[in-house]
């Protein structure tokens, strides 16, 4: 099988609006393959995708694919009717306000965690996926967010992550 450039992407975005995939749907993947695992000295993937099948697996699969192609349905509207004035506009908010915003919450974190001393990464720094220092110690900080996000699952920071969540409150931000 092979999917055009691109629309990996779309479908798994597309898989994580309708949470098709997760657990309660299609059962929970890290125990399912343990326990055939156990039933086997000789695991392949065609006895992984029976044993999966003889649990119901293949409805599963298909409900799955239901409940996504229903999303990408929409999307495909939605696309129909985006405009390049649309896209200036989301591009306009990513580096104007949300840039502005973003920064301005990292150095408040900073300053607010420091006991001593703080300070915004440089360049080079910001390439290695830190974003200031606190007290000495090189820190990422991230929006709660980030957690769910695929690239965070393969983009290796090597300094804590702070996580934090936008609230209304005086401060803007509170640490999670």
């Known amino acids: 099988m092979s999917i055009k450039k691109y629309i990996g992407s779309v479908v798994n975005l597309a898989n994580q609006f309708s949470q098709a995939t997760r657990p309660k749907h299609v059962g929970q993947m890290s125990d399912l393959i343990q326990q055939y695992r156990s039933t086997t000295t000789k695991p392949s993937v065609e006895d992984w995708q029976q044993y999966y099948f003889n649990l119901g697996g ?17 999307m495909r509207e939605n696309l129909n009717d985006l405009s390049r004035e649309d896209v200036r506009a989301w591009a306009h908010d990513l580096i104007i306000n949300k840039t502005y915003a973003g920064l301005a919450i990292q150095q408040k974190i900073l300053e607010s965690l420091a006991v001593d001393d703080w300070r915004l990464a440089t360049k080079e720094e910001e390439s290695k996926g830190i974003d ?25 920071i090597a300094c804590r992550i702070i996580y934090y969540k936008k609230t209304n409150s005086k401060k803007g931000f509170k640490i999670v």
């Open 132 to 156: 200031g220092f606190i007290d000495g110690e090189p820190v990422s900080i991230k929006p709660e967010s980030y957690k769910s996000k695929s690239n965070s699952k393969t983009e290796t």
């Open 58 to 74: 293949e409805q599963k699969i298909d409900e799955a694919t239901e409940k996504i192609y229903a999303v990408i349905e929409i």
